[in-house]
Protein backbone atom coordinates (compact mmCIF):
# COMPACT_ATOMS: atom_id res chain seq x y z
CA UNK A 1 0.00 0.00 0.00
CA UNK A 2 1.37 3.37 -0.60
CA UNK A 3 2.18 5.93 1.69
CA UNK A 4 -0.08 9.16 3.06
CA UNK A 5 0.69 12.10 4.61
CA UNK A 6 -1.99 13.90 6.31
CA UNK A 7 -3.52 16.58 3.79
CA UNK A 8 -1.49 19.57 5.50
CA UNK A 9 1.71 17.98 4.72
CA UNK A 10 0.99 17.90 1.34
CA UNK A 11 1.60 21.28 0.53
CA UNK A 12 4.83 22.26 2.68
CA UNK A 13 6.59 24.54 -0.06
CA UNK A 14 10.09 23.80 1.02
CA UNK A 15 9.10 20.04 0.30
CA UNK A 16 7.50 20.97 -3.25
CA UNK A 17 10.72 22.84 -4.18
CA UNK A 18 13.09 20.43 -2.85
CA UNK A 19 11.23 17.81 -4.89
CA UNK A 20 11.22 19.82 -7.69
CA UNK A 21 15.03 20.56 -7.62
CA UNK A 22 15.46 16.95 -7.72
CA UNK A 23 13.26 15.84 -10.07
CA UNK A 24 14.26 18.51 -12.28
CA UNK A 25 18.13 18.48 -11.85
CA UNK A 26 18.54 14.89 -11.69
CA UNK A 27 15.39 13.01 -13.04
CA UNK A 28 18.02 9.84 -13.66
CA UNK A 29 18.59 9.56 -9.70
CA UNK A 30 15.07 9.20 -8.83
CA UNK A 31 14.90 9.01 -5.20
CA UNK A 32 11.51 6.34 -5.88
CA UNK A 33 13.30 4.59 -8.99
CA UNK A 34 11.20 1.37 -7.54
CA UNK A 35 7.83 2.78 -6.83
CA UNK A 36 8.33 4.22 -10.37
CA UNK A 37 8.66 1.05 -11.87
CA UNK A 38 6.27 -0.93 -10.43
CA UNK A 39 3.86 1.65 -10.88
CA UNK A 40 4.51 2.09 -14.49
CA UNK A 41 4.91 -1.82 -15.07
CA UNK A 42 0.87 -1.93 -13.14
CA UNK A 43 -0.34 0.44 -15.05
CA UNK A 44 1.27 -1.50 -18.57
CA UNK A 45 -0.51 -4.26 -17.75
CA UNK A 46 -3.60 -2.85 -16.56
CA UNK A 47 -3.81 -0.69 -19.92
CA UNK A 48 -2.32 -3.27 -22.40
CA UNK A 49 -3.99 -3.50 -25.65
CA UNK A 50 -6.74 -0.39 -24.56
CA UNK A 51 -4.01 2.64 -25.67
CA UNK A 52 -1.85 2.90 -28.78
CA UNK A 53 2.07 3.33 -28.43
CA UNK A 54 1.92 6.25 -30.18
CA UNK A 55 -1.12 9.34 -30.00
CA UNK A 56 -2.57 10.73 -32.52
CA UNK A 57 -1.38 14.00 -34.05
CA UNK A 58 -4.63 15.45 -33.14
CA UNK A 59 -7.58 14.39 -31.40
CA UNK A 60 -10.73 16.58 -30.27
CA UNK A 61 -14.14 14.35 -28.92
CA UNK A 62 -17.55 15.33 -28.88
CA UNK A 63 -17.80 15.90 -24.43
CA UNK A 64 -19.61 18.61 -23.57
CA UNK A 65 -19.49 19.54 -19.79
CA UNK A 66 -22.64 21.47 -17.29
CA UNK A 67 -23.03 24.69 -15.65
CA UNK A 68 -24.28 23.88 -12.31
CA UNK A 69 -25.32 26.41 -9.97
CA UNK A 70 -22.98 25.77 -7.21
CA UNK A 71 -20.10 26.94 -5.29
CA UNK A 72 -16.72 24.48 -4.13
CA UNK A 73 -16.82 21.23 -5.60
CA UNK A 74 -19.51 21.47 -8.79
CA UNK A 75 -16.05 21.50 -11.33
CA UNK A 76 -15.51 18.10 -9.86
CA UNK A 77 -19.55 17.23 -10.78
CA UNK A 78 -19.73 19.11 -14.16
CA UNK A 79 -16.14 17.50 -15.15
CA UNK A 80 -16.79 13.96 -14.67
CA UNK A 81 -20.58 13.76 -15.24
CA UNK A 82 -19.60 14.79 -19.22
CA UNK A 83 -17.33 12.19 -19.69
CA UNK A 84 -19.92 9.45 -18.60
CA UNK A 85 -22.45 10.93 -20.47
CA UNK A 86 -19.78 10.95 -23.61
CA UNK A 87 -19.30 6.90 -22.73
CA UNK A 88 -22.90 6.24 -21.78
CA UNK A 89 -25.19 8.58 -23.39
CA UNK A 90 -27.87 7.28 -21.32
CA UNK A 91 -26.18 8.42 -18.22
CA UNK A 92 -27.49 11.95 -18.26
CA UNK A 93 -26.83 14.51 -15.35
CA UNK A 94 -29.29 13.39 -12.77
CA UNK A 95 -28.50 9.57 -13.44
CA UNK A 96 -24.70 10.50 -12.59
CA UNK A 97 -26.15 12.37 -9.47
CA UNK A 98 -28.11 9.52 -8.18
CA UNK A 99 -25.35 6.72 -8.58
CA UNK A 100 -22.86 8.94 -6.85
CA UNK A 101 -24.73 8.49 -3.58
CA UNK A 102 -26.24 11.91 -2.58
CA UNK A 103 -27.64 10.96 0.26
CA UNK A 104 -24.16 9.70 1.92
CA UNK A 105 -23.21 11.65 5.15
CA UNK A 106 -19.86 10.65 6.46
CA UNK A 107 -19.10 10.56 10.05
CA UNK A 108 -15.37 9.19 9.83
CA UNK A 109 -16.71 5.04 10.16
CA UNK A 110 -14.05 4.08 8.55
CA UNK A 111 -10.03 5.06 7.24
CA UNK A 112 -11.94 5.69 3.74
CA UNK A 113 -14.22 8.08 5.42
CA UNK A 114 -14.21 12.14 6.04
CA UNK A 115 -16.91 13.95 7.84
CA UNK A 116 -19.84 15.85 6.13
CA UNK A 117 -21.91 15.36 2.87
CA UNK A 118 -20.38 12.30 0.86
CA UNK A 119 -21.27 12.58 -2.86
CA UNK A 120 -18.05 10.93 -5.04
CA UNK A 121 -18.11 11.37 -9.04
CA UNK A 122 -15.06 8.14 -8.25
CA UNK A 123 -18.04 6.28 -6.65
CA UNK A 124 -20.86 7.08 -9.45
CA UNK A 125 -18.16 5.15 -12.02
CA UNK A 126 -17.57 2.76 -10.14
CA UNK A 127 -20.87 2.22 -9.95
CA UNK A 128 -21.25 2.62 -13.17
CA UNK A 129 -18.56 -0.51 -13.81
CA UNK A 130 -15.60 1.84 -14.12
CA UNK A 131 -12.17 1.21 -12.10
CA UNK A 132 -10.82 4.87 -11.41
CA UNK A 133 -7.27 5.69 -11.41
CA UNK A 134 -5.30 8.57 -9.96
CA UNK A 135 -2.06 9.86 -12.15
CA UNK A 136 0.51 12.13 -10.00
CA UNK A 137 4.27 13.06 -10.37
CA UNK A 138 4.59 11.87 -7.24
CA UNK A 139 4.25 9.15 -4.80
CA UNK A 140 3.13 10.78 -2.18
CA UNK A 141 -0.21 10.47 -2.44
CA UNK A 142 -3.06 12.02 -0.49
CA UNK A 143 -4.79 9.98 2.35
CA UNK A 144 -7.26 7.20 1.92
CA UNK A 145 -9.91 8.91 3.13
CA UNK A 146 -9.01 12.34 0.34
CA UNK A 147 -9.16 9.17 -2.57
CA UNK A 148 -11.35 6.71 -1.28
CA UNK A 149 -12.63 5.50 -4.22
CA UNK A 150 -9.26 4.46 -5.89
CA UNK A 151 -7.53 1.31 -4.99
CA UNK A 152 -4.09 2.01 -3.58
CA UNK A 153 -2.54 0.29 -6.66
CA UNK A 154 -4.44 2.44 -9.00
CA UNK A 155 -2.66 5.46 -7.63
CA UNK A 156 0.27 5.86 -10.69
CA UNK A 157 3.23 7.98 -10.23
CA UNK A 158 4.50 9.47 -13.68
CA UNK A 159 7.86 10.64 -13.61
CA UNK A 160 7.79 13.96 -14.87
CA UNK A 161 4.61 16.11 -16.61
CA UNK A 162 5.47 14.79 -20.03
CA UNK A 163 5.44 12.00 -19.67
CA UNK A 164 2.34 12.07 -17.79
CA UNK A 165 1.23 14.59 -20.86
CA UNK A 166 2.06 12.34 -23.49
CA UNK A 167 0.19 9.28 -21.18
CA UNK A 168 -2.76 11.51 -21.79
CA UNK A 169 -2.74 11.62 -25.15
CA UNK A 170 -2.79 8.06 -25.32
CA UNK A 171 -5.90 8.06 -23.59
CA UNK A 172 -7.63 10.70 -25.32
CA UNK A 173 -6.44 8.54 -28.74
CA UNK A 174 -7.78 5.60 -27.61
CA UNK A 175 -11.16 7.49 -26.22
CA UNK A 176 -10.64 7.70 -22.72
CA UNK A 177 -11.33 11.12 -21.45
CA UNK A 178 -9.00 12.57 -18.37
CA UNK A 179 -9.57 15.28 -15.59
CA UNK A 180 -6.77 17.46 -14.95
CA UNK A 181 -6.59 19.76 -11.36
CA UNK A 182 -5.66 23.19 -12.18
CA UNK A 183 -4.59 25.71 -9.90
CA UNK A 184 -6.41 28.63 -11.95
CA UNK A 185 -9.16 29.05 -14.44
CA UNK A 186 -7.04 29.60 -17.44
CA UNK A 187 -10.09 31.32 -19.44
CA UNK A 188 -10.95 33.62 -16.68
CA UNK A 189 -9.57 35.43 -13.35
CA UNK A 190 -11.29 34.26 -10.85
CA UNK A 191 -9.09 32.76 -7.81
CA UNK A 192 -9.41 29.21 -6.80
CA UNK A 193 -8.79 25.88 -8.33
CA UNK A 194 -10.61 23.45 -10.37
CA UNK A 195 -11.06 20.21 -12.17
CA UNK A 196 -11.47 20.34 -15.61
CA UNK A 197 -12.11 17.39 -18.41
CA UNK A 198 -9.58 17.44 -21.23
CA UNK A 199 -11.36 16.20 -24.07
CA UNK A 200 -8.72 16.92 -26.95
CA UNK A 201 -5.58 18.33 -28.14
CA UNK A 202 -3.15 19.35 -31.47
CA UNK A 203 0.38 20.88 -31.71
CA UNK A 204 -0.41 23.81 -30.27
CA UNK A 205 -2.70 22.76 -27.17
CA UNK A 206 -5.61 21.14 -25.25
CA UNK A 207 -9.41 21.61 -25.35
CA UNK A 208 -10.69 21.62 -21.60
CA UNK A 209 -14.07 21.73 -20.27
CA UNK A 210 -14.25 24.57 -18.15
CA UNK A 211 -17.91 26.05 -17.42
CA UNK A 212 -18.09 29.69 -17.71
CA UNK A 213 -17.38 31.12 -13.72
CA UNK A 214 -19.59 34.27 -14.48
CA UNK A 215 -22.51 31.92 -15.16
CA UNK A 216 -21.46 29.79 -12.49
CA UNK A 217 -21.78 32.04 -10.07
CA UNK A 218 -24.29 34.79 -10.90
CA UNK A 219 -25.99 35.76 -8.25
CA UNK A 220 -30.00 35.31 -8.22
CA UNK A 221 -29.32 32.37 -10.74
CA UNK A 222 -33.01 30.07 -10.45
CA UNK A 223 -31.96 27.46 -12.87
CA UNK A 224 -30.46 25.27 -10.19
CA UNK A 225 -33.58 23.50 -9.85
CA UNK A 226 -33.47 22.30 -13.59
CA UNK A 227 -31.28 20.12 -15.60
CA UNK A 228 -27.83 21.79 -16.35
CA UNK A 229 -27.36 23.68 -19.06
CA UNK A 230 -24.42 22.27 -21.65
CA UNK A 231 -21.51 24.22 -22.88
CA UNK A 232 -19.15 23.52 -25.52
CA UNK A 233 -15.27 23.19 -24.81
CA UNK A 234 -12.49 25.81 -24.76
CA UNK A 235 -8.85 26.04 -26.15
CA UNK A 236 -5.56 26.74 -24.12
CA UNK A 237 -2.16 26.65 -25.11
CA UNK A 238 0.50 24.46 -23.60
CA UNK A 239 2.04 27.48 -22.02
CA UNK A 240 -1.61 28.40 -20.16
CA UNK A 241 -1.89 24.41 -19.04
CA UNK A 242 1.85 23.98 -17.52
CA UNK A 243 1.18 27.37 -16.00
CA UNK A 244 -2.00 26.51 -13.50
CA UNK A 245 -1.79 22.30 -13.94
CA UNK A 246 -1.14 22.17 -10.24
CA UNK A 247 1.99 21.25 -9.13
CA UNK A 248 1.64 17.36 -8.47
CA UNK A 249 0.34 17.22 -11.69
CA UNK A 250 -3.20 15.33 -10.82
CA UNK A 251 -4.78 13.14 -13.69
CA UNK A 252 -7.79 11.09 -13.22
CA UNK A 253 -9.40 8.42 -15.51
CA UNK A 254 -11.63 5.81 -15.31
CA UNK A 255 -11.89 2.25 -17.68
CA UNK A 256 -14.39 0.09 -18.06
CA UNK A 257 -14.42 -3.28 -16.59
CA UNK A 258 -17.57 -4.43 -15.26
CA UNK A 259 -21.83 -4.11 -15.67
CA UNK A 260 -23.36 -1.11 -14.02
CA UNK A 261 -25.08 -1.68 -11.13
CA UNK A 262 -29.06 -1.30 -11.38
CA UNK A 263 -30.78 1.28 -9.98
CA UNK A 264 -32.74 -0.88 -7.59
CA UNK A 265 -29.25 -1.34 -5.80
CA UNK A 266 -28.17 2.03 -5.93
CA UNK A 267 -31.78 3.29 -4.87
CA UNK A 268 -31.05 1.12 -1.98
CA UNK A 269 -27.98 2.61 -1.05
CA UNK A 270 -29.37 5.71 -1.32
CA UNK A 271 -32.21 5.50 1.23
CA UNK A 272 -29.64 3.27 3.71
CA UNK A 273 -27.74 6.43 3.70
CA UNK A 274 -30.51 8.94 3.90
CA UNK A 275 -31.48 6.88 7.05
CA UNK A 276 -28.21 7.36 8.93
CA UNK A 277 -28.06 10.78 7.69
CA UNK A 278 -29.60 12.64 10.43
CA UNK A 279 -26.90 11.09 13.02
CA UNK A 280 -23.60 11.53 11.03
CA UNK A 281 -24.88 14.63 10.40
CA UNK A 282 -24.74 15.51 14.27
CA UNK A 283 -21.72 14.09 14.19
CA UNK A 284 -19.99 16.12 11.58
CA UNK A 285 -21.42 19.65 12.72
CA UNK A 286 -19.90 18.29 16.40
CA UNK A 287 -16.61 17.48 14.72
CA UNK A 288 -16.38 20.76 13.05
CA UNK A 289 -17.54 22.44 16.22
CA UNK A 290 -14.81 20.68 18.42
CA UNK A 291 -12.21 22.48 15.70
CA UNK A 292 -11.61 18.81 13.94
CA UNK A 293 -9.28 19.58 10.84
CA UNK A 294 -11.54 20.79 8.04
CA UNK A 295 -8.80 19.03 5.60
CA UNK A 296 -11.02 15.45 7.16
CA UNK A 297 -14.07 17.39 5.66
CA UNK A 298 -15.90 17.46 2.66
CA UNK A 299 -17.96 20.79 0.82
CA UNK A 300 -20.61 22.04 2.57
CA UNK A 301 -23.07 23.02 0.14
CA UNK A 302 -25.11 21.02 -2.22
CA UNK A 303 -27.52 22.33 -4.12
CA UNK A 304 -27.07 20.16 -7.38
CA UNK A 305 -27.35 16.81 -5.39
CA UNK A 306 -30.62 18.14 -3.34
CA UNK A 307 -32.10 19.28 -6.61
CA UNK A 308 -31.46 16.03 -8.24
CA UNK A 309 -33.72 13.82 -5.80
CA UNK A 310 -36.12 17.15 -5.93
CA UNK A 311 -36.60 16.15 -9.88
CA UNK A 312 -35.94 11.98 -9.32
CA UNK A 313 -38.89 11.79 -7.15
CA UNK A 314 -41.03 14.23 -8.90
CA UNK A 315 -40.89 11.77 -12.19
CA UNK A 316 -41.65 9.18 -9.58
CA UNK A 317 -44.74 10.83 -8.79
CA UNK A 318 -43.96 11.12 -4.81
CA UNK A 319 -44.60 14.94 -4.92
CA UNK A 320 -44.66 15.37 -1.08
CA UNK A 321 -40.73 14.02 -0.84
CA UNK A 322 -40.57 15.94 -3.89
CA UNK A 323 -41.43 19.51 -3.06
CA UNK A 324 -38.75 18.62 0.59
CA UNK A 325 -35.83 18.17 -1.74
CA UNK A 326 -37.05 21.09 -3.62
CA UNK A 327 -37.17 22.90 -0.12
CA UNK A 328 -33.51 21.74 0.46
CA UNK A 329 -32.35 23.02 -2.76
CA UNK A 330 -33.49 26.35 -2.03
CA UNK A 331 -32.30 26.82 1.47
CA UNK A 332 -28.81 25.71 0.46
CA UNK A 333 -29.13 27.55 -2.92
CA UNK A 334 -29.78 30.65 -0.50
CA UNK A 335 -27.08 29.99 1.72
CA UNK A 336 -25.05 29.68 -1.30
CA UNK A 337 -25.68 32.96 -2.47
CA UNK A 338 -25.33 34.66 0.55
CA UNK A 339 -21.41 34.03 0.24
CA UNK A 340 -19.31 35.89 -2.90
CA UNK A 341 -18.56 33.52 -4.94
CA UNK A 342 -19.47 30.15 -3.38
CA UNK A 343 -18.66 28.85 0.23
CA UNK A 344 -15.40 28.68 1.29
CA UNK A 345 -14.53 25.18 2.02
CA UNK A 346 -12.18 26.66 4.82
CA UNK A 347 -14.82 28.43 6.84
CA UNK A 348 -15.22 26.02 9.51
CA UNK A 349 -18.36 28.90 11.18
CA UNK A 350 -19.95 28.79 7.44
CA UNK A 351 -19.91 25.32 6.99
CA UNK A 352 -21.73 24.72 10.37
CA UNK A 353 -23.80 27.38 9.68
CA UNK A 354 -24.78 25.32 6.46
CA UNK A 355 -25.23 22.14 8.00
CA UNK A 356 -26.99 23.38 11.37
CA UNK A 357 -29.90 25.09 8.86
CA UNK A 358 -30.53 22.07 6.55
CA UNK A 359 -30.71 19.41 9.57
CA UNK A 360 -34.09 19.89 9.75
CA UNK A 361 -34.58 19.14 6.13
CA UNK A 362 -32.32 16.30 6.15
CA UNK A 363 -34.00 14.48 8.76
CA UNK A 364 -37.73 15.13 7.16
CA UNK A 365 -36.57 13.56 3.83
CA UNK A 366 -34.75 10.52 5.80
CA UNK A 367 -38.59 9.65 7.37
CA UNK A 368 -40.11 9.75 3.61
CA UNK A 369 -37.89 7.81 1.63
CA UNK A 370 -40.81 4.51 0.79
Not at 174 to 181: R, Y
Not at 338 to 365: C, N, W
Request: net charge neutral; glycine share 6%.
Amino acid sequence: MKKGLPAKFLFIPGGIIFLIIVWTISPQFLPNEAEYKKDQAYLAEVMNGKLPETPSPEVKLPVKGYIIAGGAGTCMVDAAAGIANFYEPDIDFDTFIFYANPTLIMAKRDKNERYGPGLSIMRAFKNFGYIPFRGATTPIHPPQNIVADFEPQNLIYFKDVKEELLFAKKLLSAGIVPIVGLQHDPFEDIEGGVFSSLVGYNKDGVWLNISPQSERYAPGKKYYLDEPIRYEPRFASYDLLMKYWTGEHQLLWAVKSGERKSEAEIYSENKKNIQEAPVTLQKSIEFLKNNGNVSDFTAASQTPEAAVLYRYFQAKGNLALANQYKELAKTYESLRQSESPGIVASDRQKMIEVLTTVYPHIFKVSTLWP
